[in-house]
């Protein structure tokens, strides 16, 4: 009887163990990367611009699409169903819901809420903040600042000086000085400079910096508008990526303690509120291989090291499919784009300053080298029209009906609004809104711990879930 008993004690820890996740340990390595704006459709249709053009960089699929855990996470705000990033961002890094606009504090404003980098700084990590757009944008702020409005530039930076934080990389903050916010006082670089923060625009100090440095703040060179990296869509040799500044922050952070790294794709959102395929698909694929550098870092240390993946929420309502094309997509034809829509904007506005009265013949070359129309990509008679109308508008000075500005974060005329509009239906991929929506976003986690995010969830289920998987008590 005693035999038995051994043996079926011994049968049920081998079940046990051959059911246990091999990541069972707690991670000291945690990546949490935000897709702003990236609903699942983004995510779709990047991976089905992949298989319709065979590799696009060298890449042939979306890092994150095989983690072992997929999920979804509602984004809902405190006082408004569909969220913004500043209430978004607040609720993935702190685990509690808070009003629009609003930068790490409560609804009514009245109390500070706690990020979890905070939390992983107080128990011993390092902590890394990066982004693709300005370092006081609304999501990275979310992770150091506590603010009413996300707006408050100059406010924000000051409390990234204080932060205390290893690392931050991204666009440089908008307002130093307080200029801007009609708020002067002591100045960003001052401040940063009196609490140990080394400033730079060179990738290569990194790792020499964060030897001797309290605080390293990568300020990327040549950026685009809105103090931001360059769209990939527009990105060329030499002009630094999201997966370079992932790179710098390992670099930055692994230590023997641990470190916790947010990286945030932040032009997926300007992108999608732009409703250009091309470039919104572009986008996703560059952070993708912001988290391929995570996945890297992983296949290292496998059993210390959690990746966690989610947005803050949708923009542009996209789907594959459009009432025009019915069943048909045709997803290939978008790497006839070889610039944003902002980008083609100014091309034509600088056409029109160079020749104010440039034929439409002119202009269609423009639109046939930078998008492929009139040439791979062929307008129908209504669309013809349609562009005709457009440039009445942006060169001949007709007013326009549409309102491709309402949300735009580049600045557009109507002709680059119209050809791109043309070429994503013409791709088969629909657009309900210029904002954002409603809509639940994906959860993608691999490593350590990565059993707790199974099931559907809300955004402030996610950073409580992170710190629970670490063993760290939330405040």
């Known amino acids: 009887m005693k035999r038995a008993y051994i043996l079926l004690s011994a049968l049920a820890f081998l079940i046990v163990a051959s059911c246990s996740s091999p990541n069972s340990d707690k991670p000291k390595y945690v990546f949490y990367f935000i897709g702003d704006g990236m609903g699942i459709q983004h995510v779709n249709a990047a991976q089905l611009y992949l298989d319709s053009v065979e590799h696009y960089n060298n890449q042939t699929s979306i890092s994150f699409?095989?983690?072992?855990?997929?999920?979804?996470?509602?984004?809902?705000?405190?006082?408004?169903?569909?969220?913004?990033?500043?209430?978004?961002?607040?609720?993935?890094?702190t685990g509690s819901k808070t009003s629009i606009g609003t930068i790490g504090l409560n609804a009514d404003h009245s109390d500070s809420l706690f990020s979890i980098a905070k939390q992983f700084k107080q128990n011993g990590f390092k902590v890394g903040v990066v982004t693709s757009v300005s370092i006081d944008h609304a999501t990275p702020a979310a992770f150091y600042a506590h603010q009413p409005e996300r707006d408050n530039y100059y406010e924000i930076s000051l409390d990234l000086a204080r932060s205390g934080y290893h690392f931050f990389a991204g666009g440089p903050v908008k307002d130093p000085t307080g200029k801007r916010s009609n708020n002067p006082g002591i100045s960003f670089y001052e401040l940063a400079e009196k609490n140990g923060v080394a400033i730079t625009d060179r990738l290569d100090l990194v790792d020499s910096l964060s030897k001797t440095s309290k605080t390293i703040l990568?300020?990327?060179?040549?950026?685009?508008?809105?103090?931001?990296?360059?769209?990939?869509?527009?990105?060329?040799?030499?002009?630094?990526?999201?997966?370079?500044?992932?790179?710098?922050?390992?670099?930055a952070l692994h230590n023997p303690d641990g470190f916790f790294l947010m990286v945030e794709g932040g032009k997926i959102d300007w992108a999608a509120h732009d409703n250009d395929g091309a470039a919104t698909i572009k986008e996703v694929i560059a952070f993708s291989q912001a988290v391929a550098k995570a996945v890297e870092f992983y296949n290292k240390y496998p059993n210390e090291t959690l990746i966690v993946v989610t947005a803050d929420h949708e923009t542009g309502g996209l789907s594959i499919g459009n009432y025009l094309n019915g069943y048909n997509s045709n997803l290939a034809i978008l790497r006839e784009q070889n610039v944003s829509q902002g980008e083609l904007a100014a091309t034509l506005k600088n056409l029109k300053v160079e020749k104010p009265k440039a034929s439409l013949n002119e202009v269609k070359d423009s639109l046939a080298r930078y998008i492929g129309l009139f040439t791979v990509i062929s307008p129908d008679d209504k669309e013809s029209k349609e562009l005709e109308k457009a440039y009445s508008v942006s060169f001949g000075g007709a007013t326009s009906s549409k309102h491709y500005d309402s949300f735009n974060y580049n600045g557009v005329n109507d002709v680059a609004a119209t050809g791109v509009a043309i070429v994503n239906r013409k791709a088969g991929l629909g657009w309900s809104s210029y904002s954002h929506t409603g809509s639940p976003v994906p959860v993608y986690v691999m490593g350590s711990g990565d059993a707790l995010f199974k099931g559907s969830m809300t955004n402030t289920d996610i950073p409580l879930r992170i710190l629970k998987a670490t063993g760290i008590e939330s405040r």
Do not use: Q, W
């Open 65 to 93: 699409l095989d983690f072992p855990v997929g999920s979804f996470a509602t984004t809902y705000a405190a006082n408004r169903y569909i969220t913004g990033s500043a209430a978004a961002g607040t609720a993935l890094s």
């Open 218 to 251: 990568y300020n990327a060179p040549n950026t685009a508008s809105g103090n931001s990296l360059k769209y990939e869509i527009d990105r060329k040799e030499g002009d630094v990526s999201l997966a370079d500044l992932t790179s710098a922050a390992i670099t």
